[in-house]
């Protein structure tokens, strides 16, 4: 006898690979929002490109990877996060490492990050980073993405 499912999950209506259209810049000594807003996948149309909000639409385990590429990195940046706010408030530091001392040539760094998370269906979910040092040189270039998996 063939088993039967009730109400199956439809996995396919979760995933979303967001990135940006152009070098975002400004980032500094503050939290800021990563505006990626160009999608190569969008199920559904869950990931907003003009608020950079993912809404999840089945509560489950989600497999965040964020691969952001760095540039105008310098001695003075001590510290960085790679961040995920859930409904406004920061929720998962993801990473946190001294960028400089990871750079390759002193200034730039390509660092790919993945996480578990347990998210409910509703919740929406921004992207971050954090930077401490002084001044705003550093920016975000176009390899940029996020991507977001329904595990289960």
Do not use: R
């Not at 003075?76 to 750079?103: D, H, K, R």
């Not at 760094?109 to 705003?136: H, K």
């Not at 975000?140 to 595990?151: D, E, F, N, R, Y």
């Amino acid at each position: 006898m063939a088993a039967k499912f009730n109400n199956p999950i439809n996995y396919s209506l979760c995933n979303f690979v967001a990135y940006p259209s152009g070098t975002l810049t400004g980032f500094g000594t503050n939290y800021k929002q990563l505006a990626f807003n160009l999608t190569m996948l969008n199920d559904e149309s869950n990931y907003s490109t003009s608020t950079y909000t993912y809404t999840v639409p089945i509560t489950g385990t989600y497999l965040i990877n964020m691969e952001i590429a760095l540039t105008g990195i310098t001695s003075s940046y001590t510290e960085c996060q790679y961040l995920i706010y859930v409904g406004g408030v920061s929720t998962y530091i993801v990473a946190q490492f001294n960028p400089y001392a990871c750079a390759s040539s002193g200034t730039t760094l390509t660092l790919p990050i993945s996480t578990v998370v347990s998210l409910t269906a509703a919740q929406a979910l921004t992207f971050y980073l954090y930077f401490n040092g002084s001044g705003t040189v550093i920016s975000v270039g176009t390899s940029s993405s996020i991507t977001g998996i329904l595990l289960k």
